[in-house]
Nanobody, 115 residues
Framework: QVRLVESGGGLVQPGGSLRLSCAASGLNFKIATMAWYRQAPGNERELVATITPTGGVNVADSMKGRFTMSRDWARSTAYLQMNSLKPEDTAVYYC?????????WGKGTLVTVSS
């Protein structure tokens, strides 16, 4: 059973930074592509970024230059570094992976950007 546990969300002022963590278990993390999605109230869930097993990162165009992903293979943890946060970044952020043909999701962590 794959388990993804997000942490690191919270309240941050506009222009601030946060780093989200996703601790993964129940899969071979070394060969898993990991992703972050987000869902704002009233909106559909959208892809934020992905990272390949070898560390290649793709970030959604609207977040390029502000967000990036990384991973720690020893800790089986993926990270989302968010800088220059804006109120429109307020959302629940979800960790995701496609493992053995099934999509797996964490429960999400809430990020609120507000002064």
């Amino acid at each position: 059973q794959v388990r993804l546990v997000e942490s690191g969300g919270g309240l941050v002022q506009p222009g601030g930074s946060l780093r989200l963590s996703c601790a993964a278990s129940g899969l071979n993390f070394k060969i898993a592509t990991m992703a972050w999605y987000r869902q704002a109230p009233g909106n559909e869930r959208e892809l934020v970024a992905t990272i390949t097993p070898t560390g290649g990162v793709n970030v959604a165009d609207s977040m390029k230059g502000r967000f990036t992903m990384s991973r720690d293979w020893a800790r089986s943890t993926a990270y989302l570094q968010m800088n220059s946060l804006k109120p429109e970044d307020t959302a629940v952020y979800y960790c995701n992976t496609n493992w053995r043909g099934s999509l797996w999701w964490g429960k999400g962590t809430l990020v609120t950007v507000s002064s």
